[in-house]
């Protein structure tokens, strides 16, 4: 959403878990400065319902927040179970031993390692690598030798991504369970040009609608995928809402959850990715709604082949094999599609060069008509108010760390 998560939907790890499954997360989720109203889940470590405001930005030694807010301190996000993890944040760059690329991955080992194999096991885990500030153990930045430092540590988070990873399916393949997993690996953003990264050859970059903003990739492994799919590639649509339905079927649920301010929206895409069904059975899909919730309509939405911009659309623009790089930080004011809507044909144009709407009026007054359509539907509510007093006396009686105050 592009606001905090609706107090009364349930997330699939909680539906999971009443199925039999022993449902764990380790995770980070970045929202706003402080809100009341919302349930934004912390990085922790452990079983489901562990539900807090989380930092944005937290330091990967130390876990403070990097955010300002009308505080005289900075917070620290960790927790652990139903409770802040007091001492088990770091000291800063250098303090290897509570690095959280580490630290995060180790618990999930340690899941895997004590996990009853007589029980279905989800695991959901989101690495803060390579979410911003940019940091990484030397053995990992002292792999690259750019001549920007920041690309070399940059690259070295994505290598701490990898061991991640080679860390946890070696420990579901040592404890038998990987003949019968399903590994999904995905991100949720391309990188912000502004910060570190590349998107090359994509346009534009996280917190936009271009390509280099919203596609991203994705890999499906382990026992449950046939060999007949090793080394395929799925060509379709496929978005990250589409894995809550998906992976409640797997686990024989129906994924339709009815607590919600809206139906599930999602599709089950195992078929598809299985390749018993030819393509994938999204066509559609909406890329943004109110961004960072304007009062006017921008957005963009997915058509098929045909990708409709509506609004100025900022980072309009292409920023080489990364940025910043010598020549400075990127300018990300260059705007198109403010006066008219864009259109533009990803299959055959997937940089985003040949807008093709001032030559097709009346295509664009068709994708407009679904737009319109599209925006007659439920729409996430705007941010509540920022409630810094609240936050700040709560998180301080609490040794720094955050955890809920409403």
């Given amino acids: ?168 399916t070696d420990a579901l393949k040592a404890n038998g369970l990987w003949e019968n997993t399903v590994f999904i690996w995905t991100t949720d953003n391309g990188s912000p040009v502004t910060s570190g990264g590349t998107n090359a050859p994509l346009k534009g970059g996280k917190g936009s609608n271009w390509e280099g903003g919203t596609r991203v990739p994705a890999v499906v492994a382990g026992g449950l995928v046939p060999a007949t799919r090793h080394g395929t590639v799925a060509k379709g649509f496929a978005h990250i809402c589409d894995f809550y339905r998906t992976f409640a079927k797997l686990a024989g649920l129906t994924g339709d959850d009815v607590s919600g301010p809206t139906p599930v929206d999602g599709l089950d895409l195992w078929p598809w990715l299985m390749g018993k069904e030819p393509s994938s059975p999204r066509t559609e899909f909406v890329h943004d709604f109110r961004v960072h919730n304007q009062p006017s309509p921008v957005g963009a939405a997915r058509f098929g082949h045909l990708k409709l911009l509506v609004g100025p659309q900022q980072q309009a623009s292409w920023y080489g094999q990364f940025t910043p790089n010598a020549t400075g930080k990127p300018l990300t004011n260059y705007t198109e599609c403010a006066k008219s809507p864009c259109v533009f044909n990803i299959s055959a144009d997937p940089t985003e060069h040949v807008d093709i709407a001032k030559q097709n009026p009346d295509l664009v007054a068709t994708l407009m008509q679904k737009w319109n359509a599209l925006s007659r539907t439920y729409l996430p509510p705007p941010n509540p108010p920022v409630e810094d007093e609240k936050y700040c006396k709560f998180v301080g009686n609490n040794k720094g760390f955050i955890a809920p105050w409403y």
């Fill in 1 to 168: 959403p592009t606001s905090c998560t609706e107090m009364t939907r349930v997330e699939l790890e909680s539906e999971a878990s009443e199925t039999g499954y022993n449902a764990k997360v380790c995770k980070r989720r970045p929202p706003p400065p402080p809100l009341s109203h919302c349930v934004f889940c912390v990085p922790v470590w452990g079983s489901v319902n562990n539900a807090a405001v989380a930092s944005l930005f937290q330091d990967h030694y130390t876990q403070d927040a990097s955010w300002s807010t009308k505080c005289s301190f900075r917070s620290r996000d960790l927790f652990e179970n139903d409770h802040p993890a007091f001492g088990r944040n770091g000291s800063g760059p250098g303090d290897d031993a509570h690095y959280n690329g580490y630290t995060f991955t180790q618990h999930a080992v340690d899941i895997i390692n004590t996990h009853d194999k007589s029980k279905p096991l989800f695991m959901y885990y989101a690495l803060h690598n390579t979410h911003a500030p940019f940091e990484a153990p030397a053995r990992f930045s002292s792999m690259y030798k750019f001549e920007e430092k920041l690309r070399n540590t940059f690259n070295g988070m994505v290598s701490v991504v990898d061991e991640s990873v080679k860390n946890v």
